[in-house]
Structure formats: C-alpha cells, structure tokens
C-alpha cells in the first residue's frame, strides 16, 4: 500500500514564484492535514480538512492556501513564496479526529525559497 | 500556541544503556502521542496515552502520561542502534490539532 504520497520530493523556489504541494491518500481516510517542520520548532499545523469539501486554518495558515479536491487529494498552494517558507512540509491523513487515530505521514517535501 | 518542549534535545547513548525522554507542557491535553522519524521519512506513530497517569509498554518502550495530563515520558531499556531518530510527543487539543513537541534526536552507538 502507498499510503500517502507527497509531490514533489524536493522544490527550490526563487522569492515570489508560486507553487502547488500535492498530496495523495489511498486509505479512504477522511481528515488531511498539512504541517510544516522547522529546525527546533517541531511541526506545526498549517491547514487541515476534516472531511471532503471542508478546510480548516491551523496555527500558521498565512501564506498558505488549500483545496481538498476530493477524499483522497488534499493541496497546498503557495502564492508568493517566501524565504521564510523554506522548510520540510508533510501531509497526513486519519481515520477520523486526529486526537484519537492514528496519523499517517507522507515523506515530506523539502521546500528551499532563495 | 500550546509550547510541548522535549528534553534531552539531543542525545548520544552507548548500545544497551537506558535512557528517558521528557515531554512537559504547561497545557492540559486529552491524549498524547508519541512519534519516531527517521532522516527522510515523515513521522511514525508508536503510541497514544489517554488517561491521567497511564502506562502503557511497547517490547523496550515504556510511555507514561502525567496524572494531570500536562506531561508525558518515554523510557527506553537496552538501547539498541534500531532505535536511533529524532523522537516527538505530540498533545492534542481539541478534535482535529496536535501539537507537537520540538523532539529529541536520539543516537545509539554500537
């Protein structure tokens, strides 16, 4: 099984450009998540959908749009990349409330804004 | 922000050595979970503690929550090279976020 799948693995981004992250799963979950991971910052909730055709802010949402096409592909877009959007970005999906399911992560995208 | 803060950030240990990971916070979360990454993967989970003081044991695992749900640690017995990578507790509050702690990396000398 793929579980989820990330797309691309890795990005190099000049200032200003834009981008789509895509993200895939095939476990019929219905919550996607995306996270950013920085250096002593641990990861940190971006977006999230806890069901088709919804979508959530999570605690660093600025800079970020997202669009859960359907149950299996959930989308982060970035406008107007930034340099402090240089990181490690992972999807992730569950079963149901994050709190009580297990999570399953992606492979992450390595994401480089010069 | 809910701050999770993990000590040891890092740490180095000789095979078969015990160690213990801390994971304490100022916030009350109703579960807790911990996570293992390894370089170029994305995080795995290997446990979730729901009650106030539970203890829970996987093989050379043992992972506690704090009676008041504010803290957690995982102890590790006989360390082996296979447990080496960066170890992340994460709280959750409220249905749908989890937040996660900044991690300890963990390296097991053989």
């Known amino acids: 099984n793929a579980g989820v799948t990330q797309t691309p693995k890795f990005q190099v981004l000049k200032t200003g450009q834009s981008m789509t992250l895509q993200c895939a799963q095939d476990m019929n979950h219905n919550s996607m998540y995306w996270y950013r991971q920085d250096p002593g910052m641990g990861l940190r909730l971006i977006y999230y959908?806890?069901?088709?055709?919804?979508?959530d802010k999570g605690e660093v949402p600025n800079g970020y749009n997202v669009s859960r096409l359907n149950k299996r592909e959930f989308s982060l877009r970035l406008e107007s990349a930034a340099p402090s959007q240089t990181s490690v970005y992972f999807c992730?999906?569950?079963?149901?409330?994050?709190?009580?399911?297990?999570?399953?992560f992606g492979q992450g995208t390595r994401l480089t804004v010069v | 922000t809910q701050l999770l803060e993990q000590s040891p950030q890092f740490l180095s240990i000789q095979e078969g050595e015990n160690l213990t990971v801390y994971c304490n916070s100022s916030s009350v979360f109703s579960s807790l979970q911990w996570y293992r990454q390894e370089p170029g993967e994305g995080p795995v989970l290997l446990v979730t503690?729901?009650?106030?003081?539970e203890v829970k044991k996987l093989k050379r695992l043992t992972f506690q929550f704090g009676d008041a749900r504010k803290d957690s640690s995982l102890h590790i017995t006989a360390a082996q090279p296979g447990d080496t990578g960066l170890y992340l507790c994460?709280?959750?509050?409220?249905?749908?976020?989890?937040?996660f702690g900044t991690g300890t990396r963990l390296t097991v000398i053989p």
């Open positions: 994460a709280g959750a509050s409220g249905a749908n976020n989890l937040f």
């Open positions: 992730a999906s569950s079963e149901g409330f994050f709190a009580r399911t297990e999570a399953f």
């Open positions: 503690v729901v009650t106030g003081g």
């Open positions: 959908s806890a069901s088709e055709g919804t979508t």
